[in-house]
Each structure stands twice: as C-alpha cells, then as structure tokens.
C-alpha cells in the first residue's frame, strides 16, 4: 500500500530550465535511475519537439521499467499523433486555463478551449491512451471555470487532472482550500504541480496533498523553469518522515539520482540545499557536536544513513575541544582534552584570518601541541 504517488518531470518541467539540455543518453539513465528509485510516473519529454526527442522518449519506453511513461502534449491532435508513434500509451495534455492565458495568449475564448479540449482528449483516449489533463495557470483561474474545465474532460476519457500553480502564486492555506474545493466536486484523481516563484513549492504540494491531491509533480532538485519546481527529495522525505506516509521510494539512491541530475544539467547545488547539500549533515558548533555525539537525534531530523549519506563533524570558528577528540580519532589520533584545549585555540586564530583550516592545519597543530607538552615534561 502507498499513500501517494510521485510523477517525476525532471525530464520534461526540469529540462526547460533556462539552459538545461540533456544529452539522450543523460535522458535515458536519469529515467532508469527514477525507475530503480520507485518513481510512479516519469514524464520522459515531448515528442512534437521533434524526431531525437521522439527517439529518445522511444528507448525510455523500450526499458519496460515499472513507471508508467508519461509524455507532454499541447493541445493538438498532432502532439498526440507524435506520442502514438513513440509508443506512448500514458498521455498528458496541457490547456490553458486562465483568462491570461486563453485571452492574451491564444486570442481565443473559453468556449473554443473547452470544445479543442474535448476533441483531442477524446481522440487520445479513443486509441486507447490513458489520458490526464493539465490545466495550465490554474491557481489563476476561477474555480467553478477549472470545475467545468476537468469535468468536460472526464466526460472526453481523462482520468487524472493537474492543478498546475505555474507561476507558484498560491500559499499553504490557498493551496488546501482550492485543491479540497475541486477534489469535493469531481470525479478523477489530481495532480498538483507546484513552481517555487516565492519558496513554497513544497509546502504548498503538502497542503495539496491533505487536500486530497495524491499524485505528487515534482522533480529532481527542483529543477524547472524560472526558480523552479517542487523538489522531490524534499516533498518525498517530508511525506515520508514528518507524515509516516507509505512509499516505495528507495531513499538510498536519492544522492546518486541527485548528483547526476547536477552533473547533467550544470545546475550546481547549494551547500545548504535541504535534504541533498553538501553541508546539512555537517555539524561545527561545540554545543552541537557535544550533543550529536552523545545522541544524533539532538541534531539531526532524521539518520542521513536513509539516504545514502552520513554525518560529518567539521572544525571551524566555533568549534570545541570535544570536535577535536573526535576529528582525530576518526584519524586513529588518541589526544588528551589538555592537548585538545590547545589545538582548540589555534583553530580559533587561524580560522579568523583563513576561513578553513584542513585536515593537514590540523594534523600539523597536533604535532606542535605534542612538542609543546614534551618539552614542558
């Protein structure tokens, strides 16, 4: 049994991120990657894009992984057309939603949108695809218009709708009473598919989720257009160790899959990036470390050891003699506190006008130290 279900754009949202391009051999082992981690359903590309997309999104499908593939269309029958000959068999089809959207870029009306929704949902479906809807800007558009919106597509053969927060405008509480409002008035399961505009990508995704929404968009570090999409490490983990919600996800391949998704966009992440920096399992201040190390769940939200990591204790400004002990005997250093209060001191010196002392700064000031004690005895 699981709780929810994770639909990971990272190949699609995540690769039109200003200057991202991936290599279709990077394409194809991210998605084999996301497979292997549990991911329900990946949303491998646009086929319409053309003939290498269509090949690429092709050999995802060939894999034959336990995903479903997922492929994004516009709303025209000829995207369709371009996913039938991929092989695809789970579609996904874009409409706008909003005035701003239909009005300024379609110069189109409502009505016009409805009746060409219709008529390709109903084409996909009827060559045997399973169909979901999107609607596009929807935390813009009125609800009773997105209500009318999902339930012509239900009637067409969708089966599963997605609230898209486009330009990540909505909060936790706008989130939860839009996502409970709609779900209480149709049929079909949702989707949300929150942007981090403003930070709250992932809290606006949980709030969705009480209300109801349990397929979860998301992708790999956030990766998406502008600032972003709601980032799956986070919104798994949250889900998982904050909600005890159950998921097959196989939290140890999340810094593997995370890494190579850096590598292959050339998005660099941030040390402090919750869940997948380098640093959040890095502790400096004396206090903490005394505490960490008499018991890690002082510091520590949760064992780093569920996600392939582990904890590091760090010399800084700040940091104690109790660090010290510990950073050299990781070293197979035996060093008594009178020592360790000297070493202690120097750091502290030091670190003011280098930043980082290193392993060799610290190794060497241990040598000084035994110098010291040795010619005092």
């Known amino acids: 049994m699981q709780d929810f279900y994770i639909v990971d754009t990272t190949l699609r949202d995540g690769e039109q991120a200003p200057g991202v391009a991936f290599f279709k ?35 995802i499908i060939a894999m034959q992984g336990k995903a479903k593939i997922l492929t994004w269309n516009r709303m025209h029958k000829r995207d369709v057309d371009a996913s039938l000959r991929c092989g695809a068999e789970n579609i996904h089809i874009a409409v706008p939603a909003s005035d701003i959207q239909i009005w300024q870029k379609l110069k189109k009306d409502r009505s016009w949108v409805m009746k060409e929704m219709q008529k390709v949902v109903s084409y996909a479906a009827e060559k045997g695809c399973s169909v979901s809807v999107g609607a596009e800007d929807a935390s813009r558009t009125e609800e009773d218009c997105l209500i009318e919106l999902y339930k012509k ?19 936790p509480t706008s989130s939860y009473q ?43 570090n956030g990766l998406g257009e502008r600032a972003g999409n709601t980032a799956l490490e986070e919104i798994v983990m949250v889900l998982k160790i904050l909600f005890e919600c159950e998921h097959p996800f196989e939290g140890k391949k999340m810094m593997t899959l995370s890494q190579l998704v850096e590598q292959a ?33 002082c510091y520590e939200a949760f064992s780093p050891e569920e996600i392939g990591r582990k904890t590091e204790v760090i010399l800084g400004k700040h940091s104690g003699s109790i660090a010290v002990i510990h950073c050299l005997q990781e070293m197979g250093i035996e060093i008594a506190k009178k020592q360790s209060d000297e070493i202690v001191k120097m750091i502290h ?27 005092r005895a």
């Open 25 to 59: 051999k990077e394409k194809v082992k991210i998605a084999k990657m996301l497979d292997e981690a549990g991911v329900d359903i990946i949303e491998a590309g646009i086929p319409i894009m053309g003939k290498e997309e269509m090949e690429c999104i092709e050999q």
């Open 153 to 171: 597509a239900f009637q067409a053969g969708a089966r599963r709708f997605r609230y898209a927060d486009t330009l990540g405008v909505l909060n």
């Open 178 to 220: 839009k996502i409970k409002r709609i779900q209480e008035n149709i049929d079909g399961e949702l989707d949300f598919h929150g942007h981090n505009d403003f930070g709250m990508a992932t809290a606006n995704t949980l709030s969705a989720f009480q209300a109801g929404a349990k397929y979860i968009s998301c992708s790999v």
């Open 265 to 297: 966009s050339g998005r660099i992440i941030g040390d402090g990036k919750p869940i997948v920096g380098k640093m959040v399992f890095s502790h400096e201040s004396g206090i903490h470390v005394d505490g960490l190390l008499k018991s890690r769940n």
């Open 349 to 375: 010196q030091i670190y003011t006008h280098n930043k980082k002392p290193d392993i060799d700064f610290l190794l060497k000031q241990w040598t000084q130290v035994n110098k010291k004690v040795a010619s």
